[in-house]
């Protein structure tokens, strides 16, 4: 990246997610995914001069952007994390316990989508790389170089849930002997040549035969989802009494866990079958606020990644 400006990013229901958190002018909140501010920026507008935001990303050119406009206002403070890391942050900033709101926006940012030098879209022909933070860990192309057929498949279906996850692995292995993989596009021309030339029909759209394969091999080299399972986990520590969780998904991998996760810390302890009393035990920490929440049409229209997107809201119990 040549400089640090903050991205022309629209923020996915930005509108949805202040009126979720019910932000207060003088609350303390957490944006865990910064990207390039647009949720940051939103919070910032309705705080008051006593109000706080603290927000971490693990991408150095997001933390730069945020460092660029905590420079700006005193009320930001930006770090760079992974949000697994969330209760270390929180404590560090002294805010345990006392957060009003927390914010995740999952997945690639459009800023990241956008840098061919990122690897992350096929759109263009770049690096193959795919790291949040390209100065830590191993890239897709250093994965694919040498990770079996076997081990191939398992996350392409794990995490792409791509029914052709065992064609397009050993397509992936046999090609890799005649050159390395170590581009978008080459990867992806091999993903569709291993593929029935049927299309995906995604809206009115169809979806690129490689766009399962892509996601399924950020989601492996950032291990994204064992990072959300465990920030999830750091939430009620850090909340405040009534402090709202908000969690902006875009594909049923991570919804599915945030809704399991809110679900789950939404009861308290029940009986076993066939047993009258209930045993003793942690009681609910968490409750699910409203329904889940999508993008309008005329949101979709103006920025078309607002069409997967889905709002879960959830508040602390006192």
């Known amino acids: 990246m040549t400089n640090v400006h903050v991205h022309t990013h629209t923020p996915v229901l930005l509108a949805e997610v202040i009126d979720g958190l019910q932000v207060q002018a003088d609350g303390i909140y957490m944006d865990c995914t910064f990207g390039r501010g647009g949720h940051t920026r939103g919070l910032l507008e309705k705080l008051g001069p006593r109000g706080r935001v603290v927000a971490i990303d693990r991408d ?67 690096p193959l790389d795919m790291r949040m933070d390209q100065s830590a860990g191993e890239s897709a192309a250093q994965w694919l170089a040498k990770a079996g057929d076997e081990e191939i498949a398992g996350v392409l279906r794990n995490y792409g849930e791509e029914r052709h996850a065992r064609r397009i692995a050993r397509a992936i292995v046999a090609q890799r002997v005649e050159a390395p993989i170590e581009t978008t596009r080459r990867l992806a021309d ?28 950020r989601i492996h080299i950032n291990a994204e989802l064992e990072a959300l399972d465990a920030a999830l986990d750091q939430v009620p520590g850090i909340l405040a009494a009534e402090g709202r969780l908000a969690v902006i998904s875009f594909h049923s991998l991570e919804d599915r866990r945030v809704k399991r996760f809110i679900r ?9 079958r066939g047993m009258p009393v ?41």
């Open 60 to 126: 150095p050119q997001a933390v730069a952007a945020g460092r660029a406009l905590a420079a700006e206002d005193p009320r930001l403070s930006v770090e760079q994390a992974n949000f697994d890391g969330i209760a270390g942050v929180a404590a560090a900033h002294q805010v345990a316990g006392r957060l009003n709101g927390v914010l995740f926006d999952l997945g690639v940012s459009s800023p990241q989508l956008d840098d061919i030098t990122r690897g992350f879209s096929f759109q263009d022909d770049g």
């Open 190 to 217: 091999i993903v569709a040549g291993a593929q029935p030339r049927t299309g995906r029909r995604h809206g009115a759209r169809l979806k690129h035969p490689a766009t399962r394969t892509f996601q399924a091999i």
């Open 264 to 272: 789950a810390r939404s009861r308290g302890p029940t009986a076993p």
């Open 278 to 318: 209930v045993p003793p035990g942690a009681p609910a920490e968490l409750r699910s606020v409203g329904r889940p929440i999508r993008a309008g049409e005329d949101e979709v229209r103006s920025n078309p990644r607002a069409r997967s997107a889905v709002l879960r809201i959830a508040a602390r119990r006192p």
